[in-house]
């Protein structure tokens, strides 16, 4: 996939959708606003991230990448939340466990989810958006119209007569010879009329 600046941001709001849920009820459950802030944080260095910096590095994104990127993307959000002052979890490893359930569930999103829902998405570079199908040429109705063109008061136009068989009189040395497949012969007799 070669994602626009847009489809990462497109993409990255979508698959967060699914978390930004779960971690609202557990911040509701708990009374700790601290997960809902921390994808938040996830969000907004991803969308920093989707149009600063990766359009000017990454030109092609091979499946492996997304792991690597994955694993810079939770340095900058771990040490920003670190650096926080509302963000309190009971342990170290809470902001690391919410990030990589994050993650996995936006990445099951993304390669089951997002596809379902948008067919074309893939093609569209990231994009949500609406494109129709184009027709081949093959395929596209053509109108018919009746066109008969005026025959003058002489019969059909010179260069018509000119290439007519009805016209043109065969030697009669090619009427008696054989057809060299040995399919077609040539009527004797004269021309119709």
């Known amino acids: ?41 996830y969000f907004v260095i ?25 694993v810079g993307e939770f340095i900058l959000v771990y040490l920003a939340a670190k650096s926080l002052k509302g963000i309190h979890f009971s342990s170290d490893w809470t902001p690391v466990i919410v ?6 569930i936006a990445i099951w999103t993304k390669v089951v989810i997002l596809p379902l829902i948008s067919l074309s998405w893939v093609e569209d570079a990231g994009e949500f958006r609406s494109t129709s199908w184009s027709v081949s040429p093959e395929y596209v109705p053509l109108p018919v119209t009746a066109f008969t063109p005026a025959l003058a008061e002489g019969g059909p136009p010179p260069l018509a007569r000119k290439f007519s068989a009805a016209v043109i009189e065969i030697p009669e040395e090619l009427r008696r010879a054989p057809s060299p497949s040995g399919v077609f012969q040539i009527p004797t007799g004269p021309p119709p009329a």
């Open 46 to 70: 991803g969308v920093a991230l989707d149009t600063a910096f990766y359009p000017f590095v990454i030109r092609w994104q091979p499946p492996w990448l997304t792991f690597v990127l994955a």
């Open 99 to 104: 990030y990589w359930v994050t993650w996995v």
């Open 1 to 41: 996939m070669c994602p626009t600046v847009l489809g990462r941001v497109q993409t990255r709001w979508a698959i967060l959708i699914i978390p930004a849920i779960i971690w609202t009820i557990v911040s509701l459950i708990t009374g700790n606003p601290s997960y809902i802030v921390l994808i938040g944080l």
